[in-house]
């Protein structure tokens, strides 16, 4: 899901940057800001942030003594993406193992679908191995799939989201491309 959020932020910008007018001020927050807000990808709380839309207020600078840079608090909106347990979302399957499959949803690259949780499906081996049911709908690697967020767990170490998914529901499954 999708979600607007206004956030604080410390900037810290290098006294040689600023200028005595001020002009340059906003647009090194905003490229101290952009660098701190890519370098940081996630959060439990908030999901991957995906981008930065609007600077909503830049407050007083202090200079900081040992490093000679000058903190500005700022806050700001923007976008970000969390997965939520009850979701129905569409992922691409990445790769394909004996007992399921992986997927990627937008920023999420580890979404599992076990086999037990693919009714009806079957492994079929092979140099490119599929699942498969009677209908010979098949589940591949680029296949988009309608799914159903079972789970979600916060990998604090590598600030990423894994997920648990099924099929099992109404209108989950490949999605044809016609």
């Not at 049911?133 to 680029?142: A, F, P």
């Amino acid at each position: 899901m999708f979600l607007k959020v206004q956030i604080p932020w410390n900037v810290m910008i290098p006294a040689e940057t600023m200028d005595a007018k001020g002009l340059m001020l906003k647009r090194e927050i905003i490229v101290q800001l952009l660098e701190a807000f890519a370098s940081k990808k996630a959060t439990n709380e908030l999901g991957y942030y995906l981008t930065v839309t609007d600077l909503d207020k830049i407050g007083e600078g202090k200079i900081r003594e040992h490093t000679g840079e000058v903190m500005f608090p700022v806050v700001f909106s923007g976008i970000t993406f969390k997965i939520f347990t009850g979701e129905i979302l569409q992922g691409v399957v990445h790769k394909i193992l004996k007992h399921g499959v992986f997927l990627r949803c937008g920023p999420v690259e580890n979404v599992y679908i076990s086999n037990s949780l693919m009714p009806d499906y079957k492994f079929v081996h092979g140099e490119n191995p599929i699942f498969m049911n009677d209908k010979m709908s098949r589940i591949q690697v680029e296949t988009t799939v309608r799914f159903l967020v079972v789970a979600t767990q916060w990998m604090d170490a590598e600030r990423e989201f894994q997920a648990l998914a099924s099929l099992k529901g109404d209108y989950l499954g490949p999605i044809s491309e016609e």
